[in-house]
């Protein structure tokens, strides 16, 4: 909105500054790839909307380990890094000891400098429900640093933001805390807007919640993303479903199919006490009975779960899709809503032209005009000489807003073309996490029921063995 920190008609800066600060010191314009995605159409056969990639980018996040650990500032650091043919980097295999503080800062900098690009959200520190002890525990350090190698995975997926110079210094900078400094003192700063832009009221901007003229080709983007979310919200809440009634994540027996089986093969353990006659092949079809319900709590822990907190960071993926979607919506309002006021106060200096020109004739431009005219003459602001003065300041204004309805519909279509790009990218990479999780998912199931029929293979001699004489 216009006053505030972020003008909306600020210039769309998917692009680097044209001569950054490089993070090592040295003030110098970026050699090797540009940050801006090609629109070459004629270039190895893409079309205007495909993504350009310069390389790859292999990244992965291990080791976390407690520093300071005796102290109140202890924390984890966890060991990033990464295998690339990137000529942004200056080695192709950088790594680093980085903390969550720092994926966090990394993260909402990258928003900033990239806002028509879908940077991915960091693991909610609320999703961890399905897991036990505090944030120094090696399953709590464990679980981030899977959701972190995530986060950094999607990052290394995009063509641009591969490509930035913040996450090249987060792989390689030694002084990474002075570039936190750095950006924390000089923070982006957008374009200002012109003075007429900024006299333009909230109320005026905001008076319609969606766009007049949509276009269709985001109408059917924003259709397939609720579809999307839909479904991912549905198969979060089923698999939860079947995760709570198979195991209840305690260690000891609950209401769940765990427990049943447990508390099954504790009585025929006792069955066995009474039968004699067959006591030891009755204790083995108990220890069975055991081994198969910890082979359930082991599948719930390392395949369920880590499938469901996939899930949940795939729908957040798809949110920040979403933002992006409505940021490219705010940016045509604004361009609409400009082109109205634009149209307002050209109507107004019409009306005043009108009125000098022939004063019987001004109650022939309506009603409203008017009643405008009689206000004007109670208040003393009917002469000519007071509607010339302000005709000219119109007509300045006018100047002015015909400069920012320009450079408006300039900055939408721009943003338009940079979101459908953004689209293949999002759906590229969304693709490619549904392959992983899916896979990983059936691997799991697959080790399940093999381990699961072994089990019980191997009790089927023994209870044969069992004589019952007739």
């Not at 549904?434 to 990983?440: D, S």
Request: with cysteine.
């Amino acid at each position: 909105m216009l006053g505030d920190d972020e003008d909306v008609f600020d210039s769309v800066t998917w692009e680097s500054p044209p001569a950054p600060t490089t993070y090592e010191g040295t003030s110098t314009a970026p050699s090797g790839p540009g940050f801006r995605q090609s629109t070459s159409e004629s270039e190895d056969g893409r079309g205007p909307n495909d993504p350009k990639w310069e390389g790859y980018l292999i990244t992965s996040v291990k080791d976390p380990v407690k520093e300071l650990a005796e102290t109140k500032d202890a924390y984890v650091s966890y060991l990033v890094s990464a295998k690339t043919n990137l000529p942004i980097f200056s080695t192709p295999n950088p790594s680093a000891r980085r903390r969550f503080q720092d994926f966090v800062f990394l993260r909402t900098h990258l928003a900033k400098d990239f806002p028509a690009c879908v940077v991915p959200p960091l693991p909610d520190k609320h999703r961890l429900e399905y897991v036990t002890g505090d944030r120094f525990s090696p399953e709590f350090m464990e679980r981030r640093r899977s959701d972190l190698h995530r986060f950094l995975q999607r990052l290394s997926r995009h063509p641009t933001l591969q490509r930035s110079t913040l996450l090249r210094a987060f792989f390689e900078s030694t002084e990474w805390h002075v570039i936190m400094h750095q950006h924390v003192a000089h923070p982006p700063v957008p374009e200002q807007s012109s003075g007429v832009i900024d006299s333009i009221s909230d109320t005026l901007l905001n008076a319609f919640s969606k766009v007049r003229k949509p276009d269709e080709r985001f109408l059917a983007m924003r259709e397939h993303v609720d579809k999307f979310e839909e479904g991912i919200a549905l198969s979060e809440r089923l698999f939860n479903r079947v995760r709570n009634r198979t195991n209840d994540g305690n260690p000891e027996p609950g209401e769940d199919l765990t427990g049943d089986y447990h508390d099954l093969a504790v009585a025929v353990q006792g069955l066995g006490f009474l039968e004699s006659g067959i006591t030891d092949p009755l204790n083995h079809f108990s220890n069975t009975l055991l081994e198969f319900s910890a082979l359930l709590r082991h599948t719930t822990q390392v395949t369920t779960d880590p499938f469901l907190i996939h899930l949940h960071a795939l729908l957040q993926y798809s949110h920040a899709n979403r933002a992006v979607l409505k940021l490219r919506d705010q940016k045509q309002m604004d361009f609409e809503e400009l082109s109205e006021y634009l149209s307002q106060v050209t109507s107004e200096r019409d009306r005043l032209a009108a009125v000098i020109s022939g004063r019987a004739g001004s109650t022939g431009l309506g009603l409203g005009a008017y009643l405008k005219d009689r206000v004007d003459a109670l208040r003393g602001a009917d002469d000519d000489r007071t509607r010339v003065e302000r005709m000219r300041k119109l007509d300045g204004k006018i100047k002015e807003l015909q400069d920012a309805v320009q450079t408006a519909h300039e900055t939408s279509d721009a943003f338009s073309d940079e979101t459908l790009r953004e689209q293949k990218i999002f759906q590229r990479a969304k693709e490619a996490e549904m392959k992983e999780m899916l896979g990983n998912y059936t691997d799991g199931q697959i080790e399940f029921y093999k381990a699961a029929m072994e089990e019980w293979d191997r009790i089927i001699p023994i209870i044969q063995r069992i004589r019952v004489d007739v």
